[in-house]
């Protein structure tokens, strides 16, 4: 306990954990659609104002734990209560209660049938969410990490696209298969420690074929749900036909919980297994930077291309993760807010077009500039922001991987680079295509711009672009302590792994 800062006051992070599941009971005593959609949106907005003392009261001078909340569960078998956050996590969480009012504002008009379901899914999915980047027990994380399934899975099955039925299932049984890996993973650590605290699971003395077979399971639990290359197939099923709301929840937080777990789980808990796979995952990460880059670069359909383009983005992030130094961590945590940011922006924009025209096809959308001058602005900065143009907020994230990278490998590093050029290749093909299109353009004089609610919805994500891309420091320093201590004790835990295999020797 000694890594936790416990707070003595008001009990933030459970408010903000319980405060939409209350807001989603609430509902189930009303019918009105009117009311869903204003009750929805005051509810994540009161949560997202609720947490701006987590970032104000945040001491970067630790790494240890803070705002804890910790409180007996099942005591026969060290269950607990424990809520907690750090400068690993506490982007993450803020990044959850700022996204959600916004898809709520994204599908006023988008969702016409049975609204009060949806806007229900939408707080236990935030719930759910919010508690896996907070819960400090391995039970009460699994728990919370099963329960976004349900919701994520009626949002596509009943709201989606033609093909919803086969999209939802893809990504149920993906995500549910490596749930079931990650449970397996669980138990076994909880036999060798007798608790479920993950915090004293850290930096443990196991075996090294213990900490491989957790470590792959780990991995394999991840890595479908970040998702890396080739375990991916589910995402852009599941993108393309759940509602503009669902896809941002996706590509914003749900893929970042896989990423979150290599850091929280992975690094410090098999340390051993983390420096002996690591380069055969950095290699993966690779190809899925290319293979996300060239599928893209293929798409005329828009929701496709930039779903594959998540898939080559967070090859960035699990680059930068398991480069294990500074500048890539700091570089990957960055590029998974900067995704959050500029993808959930791209995918409010592919929903604006659909609603207008009922397609998401480049053909469709061609020339709308003409039409659209407000749309098309948004869409160029956000399109600019996606393939890491200086001064957006992915030039610091992309930058920081790849300076990292080449601290460690000029052959990796180089090897990423084509990435970023067929980033630009595929945002900038796309960007053409809708802002000029050809010299036979459809008739578009029957589209209107942008309203006042999607202009307001949009905004906020074009400040962040710029926030971060011009001044992004305040942003490395909430995170800077916490992957510090996690790189340092990995580094003595190296040292100390060599000097033992001199010692035998």
């Not at 690993?88 to 988008?110: H, K, N, Q």
């Not at 036999?191 to 399971?217: C, E, H, K, R």
């Not at 500074?326 to 924009?349: D, K, P, S, Y």
Request: aromatic share 16%; hydrophobic share 55%; glycine share 6%.
């Amino acid at each position: 306990m000694d890594n936790l800062i416990i707070n003595q006051g008001f009990p933030l992070l459970s408010f903000l954990i319980f405060f939409p599941l209350a807001g989603a009971a609430v509902m189930l005593f009303f019918r009105d659609e009117s009311f869903a959609r204003f009750w929805t949106l005051a509810i994540t907005t009161i949560t997202a104002l609720v947490s701006i003392p987590l970032v104000t009261g945040f001491d970067t001078t630790t790494a240890r734990f803070q705002f804890v909340e910790a409180h007996a569960w099942i005591p026969r078998f060290n269950i607990s209560y424990i809520l907690g956050i750090d400068g690993i996590s506490i982007l993450l969480v803020m990044m959850t209660t700022f996204i959600m009012p916004f898809c709520v504002l994204a599908s006023w008009r988008y969702i016409k049938t049975r609204v009060t379901p949806f806007m229900v899914c939408l707080l236990i999915m935030e719930t759910s969410m919010l508690g896996v980047f907070m819960a400090l027990d391995f039970v009460l994380f699994y728990i919370l990490w099963e329960f976004m399934l349900i919701p994520m899975y009626l949002l596509i099955a009943i709201w989606g696209g033609p093909r919803k039925v086969y999209a939802s299932i893809k990504f149920f049984l993906y995500t549910l298969a490596g749930s079931i890996l990650l449970l397996v993973a669980i138990i076994a650590l909880y036999l060798q420690n007798g608790s479920f605290f993950i915090p004293d699971m850290m930096w443990q003395n196991y075996s090294q074929t213990f900490q491989i077979l957790v470590f792959l399971a780990f991995f394999l639990a991840f890595a479908i749900k970040v998702p890396m290359f080739p375990f991916h197939t589910w995402l852009p099923a599941a993108h393309v036909e759940a509602p503009t709301a669902g896809s941002v929840i996706l590509a914003s937080i749900l893929l970042k919980m896989g990423t979150y777990g290599f850091l929280r789980f992975c690094l410090p808990i098999t340390p051993d297994a983390t420096f002996i796979l690591a380069e055969p995952i950095l290699w993966l990460s690779i190809a899925g930077i290319i293979y996300g880059g060239f599928t893209a670069l293929a798409q005329s359909d828009m929701k496709k291309l930039i779903a594959y383009s998540s898939v080559g983005h967070m090859g960035f992030v699990t680059l930068g993760i398991f480069l294990l130094n500074t500048r890539g961590m700091e570089g990957a945590i960055m590029q998974m807010i900067n995704h959050g940011v500029t993808t959930g922006a791209l995918f409010l924009c592919v929903g604006m077009i659909y609603e207008r025209t009922h397609s998401r096809e480049l053909s469709v959308a061609a020339g709308v500039g003409r039409y659209m001058p407000w749309y098309v602005t948004f869409l160029v900065f956000f399109s600019l922001s996606s393939f890491g143009f200086p001064g957006t907020n992915s030039f610091i994230g992309e930058f920081l991987v790849l300076a990292g990278a080449f601290d460690v490998n000029v052959t990796l590093a180089l090897a990423a680079i084509p990435g970023a050029v067929l980033a630009a290749a595929y945002m900038l093909r796309m960007l053409q295509r809708i802002v000029w299109g050809g010299t036979n353009n459809p008739d578009q004089s029957y589209l209107t711009d942008l309203n006042v609610r999607e202009i307001i919805t949009l905004t906020p994500f074009l400040i962040f672009v710029f926030w971060i891309g011009l001044k992004p420091q305040p942003f490395l320093d909430l995170m800077n302590t916490s992957v510090v201590a996690l790189l340092e004790q990995l580094n003595t835990w190296q040292q100390h792994g060599v000097a033992m295999n001199m010692i035998l020797q």
